[in-house]
């Protein structure tokens, strides 16, 4: 299987912790357009090699999508999938991202009638002064009400985005219901990060705002789990949850899952990354210099060959964020190395304090109390050298 994922680099504005690439200058937004497409044309040749007709996934993120207009969303769309030799609305899923003030009747419409089969909504708060605080361009308000409207006009799968540890007066369990009372199907919760290069960044660093406390952080993380077990929702990823759907399955979001397994990806427009197996890269994440580069018909991106060390590590990083956790027999088969035998100390020091439990004949996992705080137990595991 395989997946593409297409970056939209621009965004109304900036908000205050994002760390992604985007421009808020849109001047070059129908050039970009083209670009993407023409990177299509340019990186079809390897990548439909690696998939081998075997795409699963479609997904239109960035940056804000969803402020393109519907007519060049429906060139971007029409453009990739002709260079991809690729009919979009044969995919098992289609996924655009959109922020609520874009959610009107007529760009849900174009959206459905382009294919896309799943929508996933950046949310983050409904708390009009925690979204001013984060700079964010739309309402709590707008979210619900633009949530309502796509269900209605057919999106049968919607997603949404919210953050906790957000250091304002907004109650997390408040925002945890008003998101469950709407027609969703999938959840992502990501606890806010401080990243250097971003207002908020800037602000810590001058003492003028101060992160919220890792025990609120913990606090809300595990009011979520609590909440969305009770209502039989799937934990399957560290921020991710699933709804029922039949007979024990869920509406999991196949496109993540891809990234996930070690699949091949195909990553289009500045900033996005790709995979085909065993090299990753990153284009560059500026617009100029990518529509430059574009225009001349070549590539601008860094490249890397994964090491069998550096693809063990990954697996265990990406494995130990998953319910189904890692088997070491399967990481032996995959990449010559096991992580009992590769650091015995660290496997029986994580088992015996209770980080990593026994799953089922063969599986470990790190237990759903410790996720949010499992990347050091993952760390202790890899392969060096
Ligand atoms: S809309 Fe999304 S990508 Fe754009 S600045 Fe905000 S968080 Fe970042």
């Known amino acids: 299987m395989a997946g593409i994922y297409l970056h939209v680099p621009f965004c109304r504005q900036a908000c205050n912790y994002c760390d992604f690439h985007f421009s808020t200058n849109t001047r070059n937004l129908d050039a970009m357009v083209q670009a993407i ?22 997904y ?45 009747a007529e760009c849900i419409d174009a959206w459905l009638e382009n294919g896309f089969n799943r929508l996933s909504v950046g949310i983050q708060s409904f708390d009009n002064e925690t979204l001013a605080w984060m700079n964010r361009a739309h309402t709590g308000e707008q979210a619900e009400k633009g949530i309502q409207l796509a269900h209605k006009a057919g999106f049968e799968t919607i997603t949404a985005d919210l953050i906790y540890g957000v250091p304002t007066d907004r109650h997390w369990k408040e925002d945890v219901r008003r998101a469950l009372a709407l027609p969703i199907r999938h959840l992502s919760a990501y ?13 810590v660093k001058r003492g003028e705002e101060v992160p919220a406390p890792d025990q609120q952080t913990v606090k809300e993380y595990n009011h979520l789990c609590k909440t969305m077990e009770d209502l039989g929702w799937s934990h399957y990823e560290t921020s991710n949850w699933a709804a029922p759907r039949e007979n024990d399955v869920y509406w999991i979001a196949a496109h993540n899952h891809a990234y996930w397994s070690g699949m091949p990806y195909l990553g289009l427009g500045p900033g996005a990354h790709g995979f085909f197996p065993p090299q990753r890269y990153a284009n560059v994440s500026s617009n100029s210099a990518y529509l430059r580069a574009i225009e001349r018909q070549t590539l601008q991106d860094s490249r890397e060959v994964l090491s069998p060390s550096d693809r063990y590590n990954e697996a265990i990083m990406t494995g130990l964020r998953t319910a189904k956790g890692i088997c070491p027999s399967s990481l032996q088969a995959a990449h010559g190395f096991r992580p009992d035998v590769v650091d015995s100390q660290a496997w029986f020091t994580a088992l015996d304090c209770g980080d990593l439990i026994s799953i089922e004949e063969g599986r470990y996992r790190i237990p759903e109390p410790r996720w949010i705080t499992g990347d050091h137990v993952s760390a202790s595991l890899f392969h060096v050298g």
């Open 37 to 58: 497409v023409a990177e299509a044309r340019l990186r079809a040749p390897h990548f439909l090699g690696l998939a081998k007709g075997k795409v699963q996934t479609f």
């Open 60 to 104: 239109l993120g960035g940056g804000t999508p969803s402020l393109l207009p519907p007519e060049s969303i429906k060139t971007l769309v029409s453009g990739v999938s002709k260079a991809l030799n690729l009919d979009v609305t044969s995919l098992d899923e289609v996924t655009l991202e959109a922020n609520p003030e874009d959610l009107s």
């Open 191 to 203: 606890a806010l990060t401080v990243e250097p290069k971003t207002l908020l960044g800037t602000l």
